[in-house]
């Protein structure tokens, strides 16, 4: 356009719109800013919480219901089942165990170098019922190969083995007290300060295996708690038999505490073949397990 009144009026209004603009496009930049930053942040930062006290409430969901670890069912000792549960014992200061005979509980404490008190549950040789349910499970792991009567023997006979081998243990624990019931629980059990470990010989699936199906569960869950008061009930409960072995207990002593616990004498011969045939169990099962020896 030519230089005129016109001109300088377009050139205004053109330059005061486009300042209009830029304060305008600025204004909203900064408010869209402002309001993201009092709307949609503190509701990212609400979520965010909520989802911090939903994964701390499923951890301690899981602490409390669910177990650490989950071993399978092996025909051999797993490995690394033995290093975890060795770790386990080695920080314990007092070691529960329930279970059959007590010859891995007696294994472990020799390959133990820290002293621990020991509580056993195990079966009452002197009741033939009280081995029934193991040697069932052992039939269907075995079935066709041995009749019951023969499982039955071995089954006595490694009991008498665990007797002496926790005889042998002494040294590694303040005291050893056992107790022998009539109607043990099929699972087995091992308790430490932090965990406890459920071996399943009640899981059918397993049968075919000779180590069953284990769960390890930690202090603060509900299966510890309630497997503690379960044991500390059958082992001070008087259908129990009870019986103490304390580093001071002799060779004579055992004896007359194995016709005790087993109703059968104990010669000073058939002692040394029982502890001649332990340590060639511990060091059978110390080799497959790479625990040493």
């Known amino acids: 356009m030519d230089a005129g009144a016109g001109k300088t009026l377009l050139t205004s209004l053109g330059n005061g719109t486009l300042i209009s603009a830029v304060v305008g496009f600025g204004q909203t930049l900064i408010t869209a800013s402002a309001s993201q930053r009092a709307l949609v942040t503190p509701v990212i930062e609400e979520s965010r919480r909520a ?37 386990d014992l080695d920080a314990t200061r007092q070691y529960f165990f329930r279970g059959f005979s007590g010859r891995h509980a007696a294994a472990r404490l020799l390959l133990s170098r820290t002293e621990r008190e ?22 269907r792991r075995e079935a066709g190969e041995v009749d019951l ?75 510890y708690n309630m497997e503690r008061a379960e044991f500390l009930r059958v082992s001070q409960a008087r259908t129990g038999r009870q019986f103490r072995i304390t580093p001071a207990t002799t060779r004579a002593d055992f004896l ?36 040493g020896s």
Request: aromatic share 10%; net charge negative.
């Open 51 to 87: 989802m911090e006290d939903l994964s701390a409430e499923y951890r301690s969901l899981n602490k409390e219901f669910f177990p650490t670890h989950v071993f399978e069912a092996t025909t051999d000792p797993d490995p690394a089942f033995n290093r975890v549960l060795m770790a």
């Open 118 to 139: 020991l509580r056993a549950v195990i079966a009452d040789p002197r009741d033939a019922g009280a081995i029934s349910g193991r040697a069932r499970y052992l039939l």
């Open 149 to 223: 009567e023969e499982i039955q023997g071995r089954l006595d006979e490694e009991i008498h083995i665990g007797l002496a081998g926790l005889f042998l243990a002494r040294s590694r624990c303040a005291q050893v007290d056992i107790t022998v019931i009539a109607d043990p629980p099929l699972d087995r059990l091992e308790m430490f300060d932090d965990s406890v470990w459920v071996t399943l010989y009640s899981d059918v699936r397993g049968a075919t295996k000779l180590y069953p199906r284990t769960l390890r569960f930690t202090a603060g869950s509900f299966l």
């Open 256 to 291: 007359a505490l194995f016709e005790k616990i087993t109703g059968s004498a104990l010669t000073p011969e058939h002692f040394r073949e029982l502890e001649d045939k332990f340590h060639a169990f511990r060091a059978e099962f110390s080799a497959a397990a790479e625990l």
